[in-house]
């Protein structure tokens, strides 16, 4: 049956303190700064990330001295919070071990097209910047084609688990309903679609 009616969202006007915006800002720059201090002077992102939330939870200390800060630090997502900066710890580690420096010579054993595919499945486990950054370094020669592939395996694949992307971590701290476990019921499903995903690239690929 049809639906009738209107539905109507009321308006209403927010006022955003001078404090959340620097507070947003510093979140910001904290981003930024992870990502051009890496590119530009090596530095670990882990340590450009502690450092930009050390500064914001100081900027909010001082900035919100007469408000009920508690009530602000419990709504805030440690969970999800913690679980960024583990796997930031995470990919540090693997860097240090020269654990990813490995994954370039998957190219060697296998066809390009194939390895492109493992890739995407190991992006699930393993943050999919560091392990293409990886990939990028190795000097590995592929086509525009294969490049393609390679592009949708490392930003598709890390949907094939719940903590592999940042939609994932962030709706299982959303949804109590959601957990590893119940999103990983789906898997079966998500990497159907993901092969299939992937054959469509490398049939348009072709047409390159």
């Given at each position: 049956r049809s639906l009738t009616g209107e539905v109507i969202?009321?308006?209403r006007e927010i006022d955003i303190a001078k404090g959340d915006q620097i507070i947003a800002g510093l979140f910001l720059a904290t981003i930024?700064?992870?990502?051009?201090?890496?590119?530009?002077?090596?530095i670990p992102p882990v340590l450009s990330f502690l450092f930009?939330?050390?500064?914001?939870?100081?900027?909010?200390?001082?900035?919100?001295?007469?408000?009920?800060?508690?009530?602000y630090i419990r709504k805030i997502e440690f969970d999800t919070l913690l679980f960024f900066l583990g796997v930031l710890l995470l990919v540090g580690m693997l860097k240090e071990l020269q654990v990813l420096e490995h994954f370039p010579t998957l190219y060697e054993k296998l066809p390009v097209i194939v390895a492109n595919y493992s890739v995407g499945l190991f992006s699930a486990l393993i943050?999919?910047?560091p392990l293409t950054a990886a990939l990028l370094k190795s000097g590995i020669e592929m086509?525009?084609?294969?490049?393609?592939?390679?592009t949708y395996s490392v930003g598709v694949g890390g949907s094939l688990l719940a903590i592999g992307s940042a939609a994932g971590v962030v709706a299982m701290s959303k949804i109590s309903a959601?957990?590893?476990i119940a999103y990983l019921r789906y898997f079966g499903y998500l990497i159907l679609a993901y092969s299939l995903?992937?054959?469509?690239?490398?049939?348009?690929?072709?047409l390159l």
């Open positions: 969202l009321p308006k930024i700064g992870t990502i051009g201090a890496n590119v530009a002077f090596g930009g939330l050390a500064v914001m939870f100081m900027a909010v200390h001082f900035l919100n001295k007469d408000e009920p800060i508690l009530e943050d999919n910047v086509s525009r084609g294969e490049w393609l592939t390679l959601l957990s590893f995903g992937f054959l469509g690239v490398v049939l348009v690929s072709y």
